[in-house]
């Protein structure tokens, strides 16, 4: 059975403490409806933008080739390295559980042929990818990810509209203090001259690295910038930065981004050892967080290889993800979560009188009226707390003499008066009032 870390359950309903009963695996928890809720607000605002900024929505399978990740996300990433969740199929077919979304649409780009499209193409998703990491505050090993790409341009003016959703986004769920952290990691021209010489200053502070980084210094050291090791993140201030590396092309593309996200008045600051942890990344690379949090809410940028990677033609892109439950931590803090309301609330007192009740939820159903119930609570007291608790404004009563006479006992909870009116009228007394509570409101 799993161990939950300290923090894990901290703004989550208290659980009772049950013995010898499974947990779910650790790192994924289960997602509740108030939590639905703020996920459903989220997607809202996901969706309204995608069709503003013409994002099509695209599912791939949560399940891919492991070789799609090796080759996409990289050999040289930590997510390759150490956070795969793979397994073997009965048919021994290698497959592992998506740790991001980027790969997955270039495979299903290539393979729907969508290069065929009009060009740029834009497709988002939304839905759960795994990491296997050691879970903490806002790092799971199941979590979400709403996920933006566009195919095909290498125009910069891409890349800060991808930056403008994203912040349009957060702003759109009332996040303050935000901050656009950027960088531009180079191209296959100018890229390995800068390798070359974080390669040389790195070697020459070898004793100051942590396991990991020796080894990164063989592969990729460019990871040694994204290694959270204090004596490695210590060596950072001296390191070569990309920026005095850049060639023409590269320093032209990142200049033109400043000066649109400048032109849009997006708050941004250069951060040279920005690198990101996915190794297809070109130039421009970004993430956004809080200012007073380190953990990013989105990051993302331009690759425009990894098509030509994966088997396709060349074809620049760029794109970038927001983590959902980032998100969600942020709105249970920034509001108050509150259970379903109704307006409406029916209670039953007996057997017939429920007969009758379910009828009566099925006319407001299709009047289009929200109604709620308790029936499962037998006493009239005990149903009416729970109409109060919903915040409901009409209860209708029925017990054994109304079901009998086809009445309803209809009472105004804020006016704390009642009156028994002929079921058959119950729609249209609900909406005369519904028009009656809107007038006053005016007033
Ligand atoms: P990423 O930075 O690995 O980028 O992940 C994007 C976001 O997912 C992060 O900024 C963070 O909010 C969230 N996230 C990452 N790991 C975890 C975790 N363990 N638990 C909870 N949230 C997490 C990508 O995945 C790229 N595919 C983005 C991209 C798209 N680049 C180009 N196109």
């Known amino acids: 059975m799993g161990r939950r870390p300290k923090d894990f359950f901290k703004n989550k309903i208290k659980r009772p403490k049950m013995k010898n009963i499974l947990l779910a695996p650790k790192g994924m928890p289960d997602i509740l409806p108030e939590e639905n809720a703020l996920r459903r607000k989220i997607f809202k605002v996901v969706e309204e933008l995608a069709e503003f900024y013409g994002f099509g929505q695209i599912e791939t399978p949560i399940l891919e080739e492991t070789k799609l990740f090796l080759h996409g996300t990289g050999p040289t990433s930590d997510v390759v390295q150490k956070q795969m969740f793979n397994l073997k199929t009965p048919g021994k077919d290698q497959l592992s559980l998506r740790p991001e979304f980027t790969p997955n649409i270039i495979r299903a780009y290539l393979e729907n042929g969508m290069f065929n499209w009009s060009k740029p193409v834009k497709l988002f998703s939304w839905g759960p990818v ?18 933006f790409e566009i195919l095909g341009s290498s125009d910069p003016v891409y890349d800060v509209l991808i930056i403008q ?68 993140q210590a060596l950072k201030a001296d390191a070569p930065k990309m920026l005095d590396y850049l060639c023409p092309e590269c320093r032209h593309h990142f200049k033109q981004v400043l000066e649109y996200l400048e032109g849009l008045g997006l708050p941004y600051t250069i951060n040279p050892y920005l690198v990101r942890g996915l190794d297809y990344y070109t130039k421009t690379v970004f993430e956004i967080r809080k200012s007073d949090d380190n953990l990013a809410l989105c990051g993302g940028g331009r690759y425009d290889y990894l098509v030509e990677m994966l088997g396709g033609k060349p074809t620049p892109a760029v794109g970038g993800a927001a983590g959902v439950e980032r998100l969600v931590e942020l709105l249970k803090k920034n509001q108050k979560i509150e259970g379903p309301k109704s307006k409406v609330f029916i209670v039953a007192i007996g057997e017939l009188a429920k007969q009758k009740a379910l009828k009566y939820l099925e006319i407001l159903r299709k009047a289009n009226i929200q109604a709620g119930e308790s029936f499962a609570h037998e006493s009239l007291k005990a149903q009416l707390r729970q109409a109060d608790k919903m915040g409901a404004h009409y209860v209708i009563i029925i017990g054994q003499k109304e079901a009998l006479d086809n009445t309803v006992i209809l009472r105004d909870m ?20 519904f028009k009656n509570d809107i007038i006053k409101t005016i007033e």
Do not use: M
């Not at 879970?135 to 979590?143: E, H, I, K, L, S």
């Not at 349009?168 to 531009?184: D, G, Q």
């Not at 028994?420 to 007394?429: E, P, R, S």
């Open 130 to 147: 795994f990491r296997y990491e050691q879970p903490q505050r806002g790092r799971y090993r199941q979590f979400w990810q709403c996920n």
């Open 165 to 232: 959703l994203f912040y349009n986004l957060f702003t759109e769920l009332k996040l303050k203090n935000l901050v656009i952290e950027i960088n531009t990691i180079g191209c296959d021209n100018c890229r390995p001259l800068w390798h070359k010489e974080l390669k040389n200053y790195f070697r020459s502070k070898r004793k100051f690295l942590c396991t990991d980084c020796k080894n990164r210094l063989k592969t990729n050291p460019l990871r040694i910038l994204d290694c959270k090791n204090e004596s490695c």
């Open 414 to 433: 804020r006016a704390s008066v009642q009156e028994i009116i002929n079921g058959d009228t119950l729609v249209d007394a609900l909406k005369k009032r």
